[in-house]
Structure formats: C-alpha cells, structure tokens
C-alpha cells in the first residue's frame, strides 16, 4: 500500500493549458505539501495545509491552486501553463503532534512538462 | 530563514570505498531528515535526528547530528552501485513553520 500517492507520474502538456495533479495519503497525516524541485534539483515548499486548512503559500503565482477535499487529499490545479512550470512536483505529508512535525513521507513525484 | 548548505555537490567514488556528505545549517536543527533520490522516483526516507551528538544507523549508512546541532553528516560504508543517488538532508526550523527546507543536494556516483 503505498504512503502517499501522486497521479500522474508524467504529464506533458502545451503552453496555456490547465492540468490538475492529484495525490492522496494513507498514514492518516494531518498536514500535507506541495514541493517543486527545478532543473537543478533544489527542492522547495509550494503549499502546505493542516486538515484541509491552508497554512503556507510560499510566494507562488496564482495560477496554482491547491484544494484539499478532505484531509487525505491535496490536489493542484495550475492554469495556464508556462514553460517555467517544467519540473517535478512531490507531494508530502507529515503528522502534527502539537505544533511539531514529525514523518515527512513524500510521493514519487509528477514529471511535468510543458511544451 | 532556516538554509543548509550540503557538501560536495557531486561524488564519484569507488565501490567499496567509505564516503562522507556534510549538511551545514545556519541555525540551530531541529528535525534533520536525510533522504535519498534516484532518478525519476520520490524521496526515500532514510533517518531522522533530532538530539545533540544523536547517531542513527541502517545497514551501511550511519548519519549523526553534531552536539550543537548545526551540522549532520551521513557516512556510507564498503559503497555499493545501490547507494548511487542523490542524497538530500531537508531540517524543520522548529519555529512550528510546517514545512522542510532542504539542502541542494549531494549527487553520489559509485564506480564499479
């Protein structure tokens, strides 16, 4: 059963589409992420939100629109895509345990690509 | 902001041989996590360390957090090609921001 489960693995898509990357976790985690890591592999925190609450936004454009249904879940929706939005985009979760954040699992990752 | 600085950037050794990746930060380190990434997969959770001179082992890699908590380092012993990746260590800045800053990463060659 894997931990935490991002759909798709791959994505290629033209400039100026919308596409929505999806990912669920099963560790029964309170907060989930979003991180991005660029070409040159640096990895940084997009979103992050606490029981369906969002708690960071880390400078991103709002073409991204992260939404959580339910806690388990975290999906993001990205408008209007740019060629600088090609990169890998990991999903992550972790467990609050009264203001400390223990267990950061994260997802394979979704190769974005966009053309 | 918390940052970590990881060194080297790049190693290539031999198999068999012991190696060391350093992972500096500017501030204190609460929560260090070392992780690894191979190609085109997720982050594979190695350990945590989060007391003064902790020391963690799993199988042939052993990581450790300095007593003043502002630099871990993870040891790979007798390398292996399965150890090949990049090795990546992300800190929680304690400050209960939710979130991991990772370092740029540490890109490992084994040569066989």
């Known amino acids: 059963d894997t931990a935490v489960s991002q759909t798709p693995k791959y994505l290629v898509t033209q400039m100026g589409n919308d596409k929505s990357i999806k990912c669920e976790q099963n560790l029964g985690h309170d907060t989930m992420y979003w991180y991005k890591q660029d070409s040159k592999k640096f990895l940084k925190i997009m979103f992050s939100y606490n029981n369906k609450e969002l708690i960071i936004n880390e400078t991103v454009p709002n073409r991204f629109s992260p939404k959580s249904p339910d806690k388990a879940h975290l999906n993001l929706h990205i408008n209007s895509l740019e060629l600088g939005d090609s990169a890998v985009y990991f999903c992550a979760s972790s467990q609050d345990m009264g203001g400390e954040y223990y267990g950061y699992t994260f997802g394979s990752g979704t190769r974005l690509t966009v053309v | 902001s918390q940052e970590l600085e990881q060194s080297p950037q790049s190693l290539i050794v031999q198999e068999g041989k012991n190696l060391t990746i350093n992972c500096t930060s500017s501030?204190?380190?609460?929560?260090l996590y070392w992780y690894k990434q191979k190609y085109g997969e997720g982050l594979i959770f190695l350990m945590m360390l989060q007391k003064g001179g902790e020391e963690k082992s799993h199988e042939k890699i052993t990581a450790k957090l300095d007593e003043k908590k502002q630099q871990s380092s993870l040891h790979i012993t007798a390398s292996q090609p399965s150890h090949a990746g990049i090795y990546l260590c992300g800190a929680d800045d304690g400050q209960g921001a939710q979130k991991l800053v990772f370092g740029q990463g540490t890109r490992l060659t084994i040569n066989p």
């Open positions: 501030k204190t380190l609460y929560g």
